[in-house]
């Protein structure tokens, strides 16, 4: 299969990595120092303190790569319309695409069964150039349950987790799932097919839309925001908006905002992927994780005061972050 990676960051690496250890013809699009540090040493990742170098294919022009039969979306959503050109060039009549990315994506709507006049999510979509160059019918879902860090460009460490839940938007199996799933199951990843990909996506994002941009706003890490219970409290409030949301658009949630936080304890101390985007100056992933989940609560009728807040918050952040970087 020919797969080419977008985003050759901590993620698209730890795909990228695999997929062509296993036999897959793996291409990647980068620039700058991650395109030249891949082209040196291929892709470097480092599981359980075992390093292993993969040979790719990488240009920063997506001409050089040619049609695909699979793409692998690994950036952040702010990215998303910085690269929707070359996504486009890479395409053909059966091209799927992959999203391996957080929060909540552009082709959300599609297939999900909510009666919407408008399906369009302008909130990770403002003028609709993601959905033309990425036509929502070309993807599967995709939610990755991993974490890894980039150490150096091109260069990746994996600390845990090894999941991966795919599914067609609408539900079902097709022959370009199992396609798709056969060939991450070859590489050694644990995947789940999942019968309804965006209850996945919206399960996920109730357990990090309130960790990431907290951590991002005081650097705190995982324990000590749960540790305090003002800010615990507020955390459960924004869950239970994002909760009610869930169940009008039907991904309802089972479970309790406590006994999730119960899970994330569990997990140690550990600093927000949010967290370390603030710490190496980078942009902040805020539309995908606060502001479509607000959106979609303003059309189906539910209100989100916390939400409101805490996007309000993390907002003013990064618009003074930017500021102070550009004076």
Not at 248 to 270: Q, W
Request: hydrophobic share 45%; charged share 20%; glycine share 10%.
């Amino acid at each position: 299969m020919r797969i080419a990676i977008v985003g050759a960051g901590a993620i698209g690496i730890w795909l990228g990595a695999r997929l062509a250890n296993a036999g897959q013809d793996v291409s990647v699009l980068a620039r700058g120092e991650t395109l030249a540090a891949v082209r040196e040493h291929g892709l470097r990742l480092a599981i359980g303190g075992n390093m292993q170098a993969a040979a790719v294919t990488v240009s920063d022009r997506a001409s050089d790569l040619g049609k695909q039969d699979l793409v692998v979306l690994a950036v952040k959503g702010q990215a998303l319309s910085s690269v929707a050109d070359s996504v486009a060039a890479l395409l053909d009549e059966e091209t799927m695409i992959l999203p391996a990315m957080n929060g909540i994506p552009w082709w959300f709507f599609h297939g999900l069964p909510v009666s919407l006049d408008d399906t369009s999510l302008r909130s990770v979509d403002p003028d609709g150039r993601v959905t033309q160059s990425m036509p929502p019918e070309r993807v599967l879902g995709c939610v990755v349950h991993a974490s890894c860090s980039v150490q150096a460009p091109g260069y990746s460490v994996h600390t845990k987790g090894n999941g991966l839940i795919v599914g067609e938007p609408r539900g079902g199996t097709s022959a370009r799932l199992d396609a798709a799933v056969n060939a991450l199951r070859a590489a050694g990843f644990d995947v789940t097919v999942s019968p309804q990909i965006q209850k996945d996506i919206w399960y996920k994002l109730w357990g990090n839309m309130t960790m990431n941009p907290i951590s991002a706003l005081t650097a705190a890490t995982s324990d000590l925001i749960l540790d305090d219970p003002l800010v615990s409290g507020f955390i459960l409030r924004v869950m239970a908006e994002a909760a009610a949301i869930g169940a009008r658009i039907g991904c309802p949630i089972a479970e309790s905002g406590e006994d999730r936080m119960a899970v994330t304890r569990k997990l140690g101390a550990f600093k927000t992927s949010m967290l370390q985007d603030a710490e190496a100056g980078r942009s902040l992933e805020i539309d995908a994780l606060v502001a479509a989940p607000r959106e979609i609560g303003r059309r189906v009728g539910i209100e989100t005061p916390n939400m409101d807040a805490l996007h309000g918050l993390i907002r003013l952040f990064a618009s003074a972050r930017r500021n102070t970087a550009s004076s």
